[in-house]
Every structure is written in structure tokens, then in C-alpha cells.
């Protein structure tokens, strides 16, 4: 099955077991890349339609924010960062992890040799450019290193960086670093310090629904889950056959990127999903990371509290 876009991109599947199907929302917290891949190949594949679901995967981006729209029950499942769901639970809104996808963290900060930055130490007194929405991790890795730093907005690309505005920029590993890479720059010009090598491994991607949808459908919640999983699982056994699937949907939204581009982001959602290729971790949210995520946001000022692991997560839905 393949996308046709209107708003959203509706990926619709039939009834299992004679069941009637049970039609839901689902909100990638991004435009479509690879990025996503697991969820376009679980419905083009069928894995949801088997549980009895009915998926309408709604385009993401900035101008419709996951957060909300969850928070406003307009869609019954998104994805979203570990930070920024733990911060809407102490904000209030009602969510509940049901599956940690993302295990490891992807952004990094850049920076060209030339400049003299090898090592943590060079960015000292340096102008560096971070996202308003993902600068804990980059500010606790300055303070780690006691680095005294000029911080620059920066936009939805590295160009401030590949124009000189800046000795050094964030970027997502599977994203952003491929830009500049695509810009003629070769890898071995550059310094990269992907933070979750620091200490600072923020789990990225984790499913998310409101308790209320928890506990009044319990089994399309598992169903949406135990089918993304294996959508992911297929996508990395068939990496190729996903890329067509993935690139359909980009096209079909007349998106600028190319295939190159999303087959490197593909590889790169591999590595965080399933690091050092062992799966058997995708769905579960390690508590050790959840705490210290907790922390970093509490003790910035992010939160007023810790929400409670066992009331943030529900394992049942992530295993077999």
C-alpha cells in the first residue's frame, strides 16, 4: 500500500479475524523520512491490519506539534522524544510511554578541524549552535566539560554552520551530519562528538497515547505496538524494500531529500534502534535511563518533578 497524501498520509488496513476493525490516529512527530520507517512498512505490510487495526498516519511537523495534538485528543497515538514527553506528563497531560522505539540518542555537536576543534576542550569560548527544544544535552555536556561557550539559535538546517556563522552545530547522526557531508565536506574533516558517548544518552523516539486510551482499549494499544515493532523489525531485515516504501510517502508529500539521503538515515535509525545490532531491547524503557533523564530535566528547571516510572511506562504492550 502506498501513501496518498492529502493532509496525511492515510495508510488504512482491514479487519483481523473477522473482527470489525478499529480505526485510530497516528502522529509521527516529523514530516516523512526514514525516520518513520517501521510505522509506513507495518501498515503497507499488513502487520496492522492482522491485529485488527485501521491506521491513519497523519503528516507531522512543525506546524501541527505531536505533543498537542495528543494532548488534544485529536490523534490516539504519536511519537515523541523521552524529554519532551517526560516534561507534558509533569505538565499535566495524561500520556503514558507504551513503547521506547529509540535506544540510543543521535545528536551530536560538529565541527570543522580547521578551526582547532579536536577535542571537548577546543569549544571552549567558542560560538556554537544549538535547538531551543534539544539544548539540555548539549548544555550538560559543556558543564561536564566546564566549557564556556557562546550559544546561537539554530534553524531546521546546518547552513549557519556550513556558512561559517558558527564553529560548531548540532545535528541529528541521521540527518543533519549527512547534509553536511552532502555538502562536499569529507568526513575526515570534521570533529564530531556524539553526546551519548559522553554519558548523556537520551532515548530519543518512544510511542506515546493518553492513559484513557490505555485503559479503555487495551488491545488496540498492544496491537499498535507488537505491529510497529515488527514493522520495524522487517524494515531492518528488508532494508531496501522499506526504502521504497519510505520514499513513496516522501514523494508523494513533494519533500526535498532523495533516496541517498534517506537509505543513510535508514542505516543510522538501525544503530539507535538496535545498537551494536541486538533488537531485543526495542519497546522497553530502561529505568537507569528514564531516571537520569528525569534528573537532568528536574535539576535544570525543566520540571517540578520526576513523574513515577511505573505510572509513565507500561511495559505489557512492548513484549511478545
Known amino acids: 500500500m502506498l501513501c496518498i497524501w492529502l493532509w496525511a498520509c492515510l495508510l488504512a488496513a482491514g479487519a483481523a479475524r473477522g473482527d470489525a476493525p478499529v480505526s485510530v490516529e497516528f502522529l509521527p512527530q516529523w514530516s516523512p523520512q526514514s525516520q518513520f520507517a517501521g510505522y509506513y512498512v507495518a501498515d503497507a505490510k499488513g502487520f496492522y491490519k492482522r491485529r485488527g487495526l485501521m491506521v491513519t498516519v497523519m503528516r507531522g511537523g512543525p506546524d501541527r506539534p505531536a505533543g498537542v495534538q ?42 570543522h578541524k580547521k578551526s582547532g576543534i579536536r577535542t571537548p576542550d577546543d569549544l571552549d569560548g567558542r560560538r556554537v549552535s544549538v535547538w531551543d527544544e534539544f539544548r539540555l544535552q548539549p548544555l550538560a555536556f559543556f558543564r561536564q566539560n566546564h566549557l564556556s561557550v557562546s550559544l546561537v539559535p539554530q534553524g531546521y ?116 534502534i538496535c545498537p551494536g545490532g541486538d533488537c531485543d531491547d526495542m519497546g522497553k524503557l530502561n529505568e537507569a535511563n528514564y531516571l537520569f533523564v528525569g534528573r537532568q530535566l528536574r535539576d535544570n528547571g525543566i520540571i517540578q518533578a520526576i513523574p513515577d516510572y511505573q505510572e509513565f511506562y507500561d511495559p505489557r504492550h512492548a513484549t511478545p
Open 70 to 111: 495528543l494532548a488534544d485528543r485529536r490523534v490516539a497515538f504519536t511519537t515523541l522524544f523521552l524529554t519532551e514527553g517526560i516534561a507534558l506528563r509533569d505538565q499535566g497531560v495524561p500520556l503514558v510511554n507504551i513503547g521506547q522505539i529509540v535506544q540510543r540518542s543521535a545528536l551530536m555537536l560538529v565541527a
Open 157 to 272: 538546517t546546518p547552513n549557519l554552520f556550513l556558512m561559517g556563522g558558527v564553529d560548531a552545530a548540532s545535528a541529528m547522526w541521521y540527518n543533519e551530519y549527512h547534509v553536511i557531508l552532502n555538502s562536499g565536506i569529507d568526513a575526515d574533516e570534521l570533529s564530531t562528538f556524539l553526546l551519548a558517548d559522553y554519558g548523556f544518552n537520551f532515548p530519543e523516539d518512544g510511542i506515546y497515547c493518553l492513559e484513557e486510551t490505555l485503559h479503555g482499549n487495551p488491545e488496540a494499544v498492544r496491537a499498535f505496538v507488537q505491529g510497529s515493532i515488527e514493522g520495524w523489525r522487517y524494515t531492518f531485515a528488508h532494508p531496501e524494500e522499506a526504502l521504497a516504501i519510505v520514499m513513496a510517502c516522501v514523494d508523494a508529500a513533494n519533500l526535498p531529500t532523495n533516496r541517498v539521503h534517506q537509505r543513510w538515515m535508514l542505516a543510522r535509525m538501525g544503530d539507535i
